[in-house]
């Protein structure tokens, strides 16, 4: 997985409380994992 230049960012407001998961805070990866799992992240649930 390529470095994310926003990680440090991203960490200030990730919602995500799965912090061992190797996409944490790599919201780009994140997403494209849950879509192709047909699921949704916790930053895009209500």
């Known amino acids: ?3 994310c ?3 440090e ?3 200030q407001v990730c919602t995500c409380t799965y912090t061992s ?3 944490h805070t790599v919201c780009c990866e ?3 994992y849950h879509r192709e799992n047909g699921g949704l992240p916790a ?3 209500k």
Do not use: W, Y
């Open 1 to 3: 997985m390529a470095d």
């Open 5 to 7: 230049p926003n990680k």
């Open 9 to 11: 960012k991203n960490a």
């Open 21 to 23: 998961c190797p996409r």
């Open 30 to 32: 994140c997403i494209r």
């Open 43 to 45: 930053c895009l649930k």
